[in-house]
């Protein structure tokens, strides 16, 4: 089955934490994206990559890290997670960074809240 | 102004009925636009791409008009199941690649 998963899907942890969400893909798609997600702010996007080894900042990067080592996976990285990290995050993917009309899949969230 | 602007919601509407959302956007160089569905704590799923023409798929049928930049939902015959929050996007896409700005959200509530 095509689709995009997350891990974990739910997470409390305490501040200054290092932590890792994991995200992976298996329909071989070049873009992929994070997003994160906050009452009356709508989805933020984080960090995308265009392909691997290929990141970019995206709106709100401020205290993440992501990865591109493999086409299929794209871990956030919060070095020292804040409590204004918490939030609904999503990864999503796409099959090429460069057709405008390309959808975006979405993995099912990951819901964290930093204490 | 936001980029991408809609009315929160959320709209009652009772089963059968015919319910239609607007969303405003700000960048006349967006270049593809989407209607996504969200429920409730869930990821977002494409509902329909929205051409220039105009596109029907079903009891949803979607508009843009790119002189006043903005597109439109149309729903009829409302179900129960259609209750979520919809979700405008715009990609702007400047650079060539992708670049998806989403709307807040209206929210829908169908009831018996």
């Known amino acids: 089955e095509a689709q995009v998963t997350q891990n974990p899907r739910y997470l409390i942890t305490v501040t200054g934490k290092k932590l890792t969400v994991t995200c992976s893909q298996n329909m071989n798609h070049e873009y992929m994206s994070w997003y994160r997600q906050d009452p009356g702010l709508g989805l933020r996007q984080i960090y995308y990559?265009?392909?691997?080894?290929?990141?970019d900042k995206g709106d709100v990067p401020e205290g993440y890290k992501v990865s591109r080592k493999e086409k299929r996976n794209f871990p956030l990285i919060l070095e020292s997670p804040s409590p204004n990290q918490t939030s609904l995050y999503f990864c999503a993917s796409s099959l090429r960074a460069a057709d405008l009309l390309n959808t975006q899949y979405f993995g099912p969230g990951t819901r964290l809240t930093v204490l | 102004r936001k980029e991408v602007e809609q009315d929160p919601g959320p709209f009652n509407v009772p089963e059968g009925a015919t319910v239609a959302f607007n969303c405003t956007y700000s960048?006349?160089?967006?270049?593809?636009f989407f209607w996504y569905r969200q429920d409730c704590r869930k990821e977002p799923k494409l509902l329909m791409s929205?051409?220039?023409s105009g596109n029907e798929d079903g009891r949803f049928t979607a508009q843009l008009n790119r002189a006043s930049q903005y597109i439109s939902l149309l729903i009829r015959d409302s179900k129960l199941s259609d209750s979520a929050t919809y979700l405008c996007v715009v990609n702007h896409g400047n650079t060539g690649f992708q670049k998806l700005v989403f709307g807040t959200g209206t929210r829908l509530l169908v009831s018996p």
């Open positions: 960048n006349s160089a967006s270049q593809s």
């Open positions: 929205v051409y220039s």
């Open positions: 990559s265009m392909n691997v080894e290929v990141t």
